[in-house]
């Protein structure tokens, strides 16, 4: 499935996911509608939001695989700091058993020119509007992290997660994202879990930024 190779951050256009066209060959990227439109109302680890972050909640879009950490500092496994849910922006959606019209923005291929259509590679998080606000507060991304990764509002004790729910797949094969995590420093992700040398890297980002506070 499709493998995130970088990211950058804007603060006009939120932040924009690009994966790796070599793996993805002659497929694009599909993102499907979430499947649920209730908020969150607990975090990862099943503890009630406090209700100050209600209001942002309900900007940034209901429970998603997708999220953001806000201020964070521990780059050791990322685990401090608030992850929140963001909504992920819907691409190349089939219409019943129908893909897109040919030609379509980030759809693959414009039969017509026989050429690729702009993102056919990329991912987009819009952050509900609230990109300039939050510049300076995001620290990583992350998706499909957590227990249940792409149905976050199912009670599994009641229900399995539908076949086919996460998001981001393959346009013509409909083959899953590798689930990834990264930090985001200076408008663009400097570590990223899917990169074959993270461990090393991991470390030269641990190692300099010790070196800078010290």
């Known amino acids: ?22 793996l993805l060959k002659e497929d694009a990227i599909m993102v499907l509608d979430q499947t649920t439109k209730a908020l969150s109302f607990a975090n990862d680890i099943d503890v009630p939001w ?4 209600l209001p942002l909640l309900q900007r940034l879009g209901p429970e998603s695989p997708m999220e953001i950490q806000l201020n964070g500092q521990d780059m050791e496994n990322m685990t401090d700091g608030i992850w929140i849910p963001v909504k ?10 129908d893909h897109p019209e040919p030609g379509t923005n980030g759809c693959n291929w414009n039969y017509t020119t026989s050429t690729r259509t702009e993102g056919w590679d990329e991912v987009h ?17 992350r998706y499909a992290w957590n227990n249940s990764p792409c149905c976050p509002s199912v009670n599994r ?8 729910s996460c998001p981001i797949q393959t346009f013509n094969t409909t083959m899953p994202a590798v689930p990834f995590w990264a930090t985001i420093n200076d408008g663009k992700c400097d ?17 300099a930024a010790v070196a800078k506070k010290s």
């Open 1 to 22: 499935g499709p493998v995130l190779k970088s990211c950058t951050f804007s603060s006009t256009d939120g932040i924009t996911l690009k994966f790796d066209q070599r």
């Open 50 to 53: 406090d209700a100050r972050l």
């Open 88 to 97: 992920l922006e819907p691409k190349c959606m089939p219409k019943g058993s």
């Open 125 to 141: 998080v819009r952050l509900g509007g609230l990109s300039y606000q939050l510049k300076k507060n995001i620290t990583g991304i």
């Open 157 to 164: 004790m009641v229900m399995p997660c539908p076949p086919n």
């Open 191 to 207: 570590w990223i879990s899917t990169h074959n040398n993270f461990h090393v890297l991991r470390r030269e980002k641990i190692e």
